[in-house]
């Protein structure tokens, strides 16, 4: 689990350097995606919905990057995606895609559903952390 983890720390920071991230912000990327990734792990691990485990995680991600980009003074956007990385569903899509092609058409079936599954929650995660925050700092004003 440890070299998973270190791994999932270098990833989030080759996917931050592809994408031009500044610097000074390269450490806090890396963190990001490998706190999420670890989250998502623990999730799964004890038995939790690899959907909910995702969603959940994402969550968190968002989180955690709507707090460094207040505290860094950079765009959320930059500790987001290299967090998101480590979560999508790259091998999924693989498999549905090689399933279709082998004519495995009910398993294929299988992984590209749970493939959309694990993008929407992506996506949900991050909808549902920003309509929080702005929910939060309207009650503020």
Do not use: W
């Not at 990833?11 to 989250?39: D, E, H, K, T, Y």
């Not at 500790?79 to 090689?98: C, E, H, K, M, Q």
């Not at 092609?101 to 949900?124: D, P, R």
């Amino acid at each position: 689990m440890i070299l998973q983890v270190l791994t999932n720390f270098i990833v989030s920071g080759a996917f931050a350097v592809i994408f031009n991230v500044p610097l000074n912000s390269l450490f806090q990327c890396c963190l990001v995606g490998m706190i999420g990734r670890l989250l998502l792990v623990l999730m799964v691990n004890n038995n939790i919905n690899t959907i909910l485990a995702t969603l959940t995680a994402t969550f968190f991600i968002a989180v955690i990057s709507q707090i460094f980009a207040k505290i860094y003074k950079t765009p959320i956007i930059i500790f987001t995606i290299s967090g998101i990385i480590p979560l999508v569903p790259g091998g999924l899509a693989y498999d549905a895609t090689r399933n279709f092609v082998e004519n495995h058409y009910n398993l294929a079936i299988q992984f590209a559903a749970k493939a959309l599954m694990t993008s929407g929650a992506i996506a949900f995660g991050l909808v549902l952390s920003e309509a929080l925050t702005q929910i939060l700092k309207f009650r503020k004003v």
